[in-house]
C-alpha cells in the first residue's frame, strides 16, 4: 500500500499474517514492525502516551513520525511487532488509503515495501520487484511523494 513516505507492506497484526510479511522481508524479528493507525484512540489501551508523546503527535501527526511507546503492563503482543521489547512503534501517516484501511478494520502493522536492507520501494514496479510473489492484494496510488522513511522516536514516561 501506499503511504506519503515509501510502500509499505501491511498485514493485519496477527501472527500468521506477520510471519508471512517478515518472510516476505527477510527481516529479522528483532527489529520490531510499527502499527498504522488512524488516530491514538486506536492504541490507548495497548501503549502509555506519555504528554511528550502526545504533543509530538499533535505537531507532526498525520505524518512521517513513529513514535515507540511503552507498552502498558499485562498487554502482551506478537515478537514480530515489538521486536521482542516491552515498546510499540505506531505511526499516524498523512496518507489516505492507509488510514482508511485503519479506521476500518484497526491498526495495521506496516513495514516498507523491500526485502530488508534493499532500496524501499517508491513505484509500485519497484515493489513487483522487490517482493511481488510474497502478495495478496497491490494498491496503486503512483509515486509515493515521500521517498524517506519516517522519522523514529521513543518517548518514555518521565520518572516520577
Given at each position: 500500500m501506499p503511504t506519503e513516505t515509501v510502500y509499505g507492506l501491511g498485514v493485519m497484526p496477527l501472527p500468521a499474517p506477520l510471519a508471512a510479511l517478515v518472510v516476505a522481508k527477510r527481516r529479522p524479528l528483532d527489529k520490531g514492525i510499527a502499527l498504522l493507525i488512524d488516530g491514538?484512540?486506536?492504541?490507548v489501551h495497548l501503549v502509555a502516551v506519555p504528554e511528550a508523546?502526545?504533543?509530538l503527535a499533535r505537531a507532526c501527526w498525520p505524518g512521517?513520525?513513529?513514535?515507540?511507546l511503552p507498552l502498558l503492563p499485562g498487554v502482551l503482543?506478537?515478537?514480530?511487532?515489538?521486536?521482542g521489547r516491552a515498546t510499540l512503534g505506531v505511526r499516524l501517516p498523512d496518507h489516505a488509503i492507509p488510514r482508511a484501511l485503519a479506521r476500518r478494520v484497526g491498526p495495521l502493522a506496516v513495514s516498507s515495501a523491500n526485502r530488508s536492507g534493499e532500496p524501499d520501494a517508491r513505484t509500485t514496479a519497484e515493489l513487483?520487484?522487490?517482493?511481488?510473489?510474497s502478495l495478496g492484494v497491490v494498491i496503486d496510488d503512483g509515486p509515493v511523494r515521500g521517498g524517506v522513511p519516517s522519522t523514529v522516536v521513543a518517548v518514555a514516561p518521565m520518572a516520577a
Open positions: 491514538l484512540d486506536q492504541v508523546a502526545q504533543r512521517a513520525l513513529t513514535l515507540v503482543l506478537p515478537e514480530a511487532v515489538t521486536g513487483l520487484a522487490a517482493v511481488g510473489p
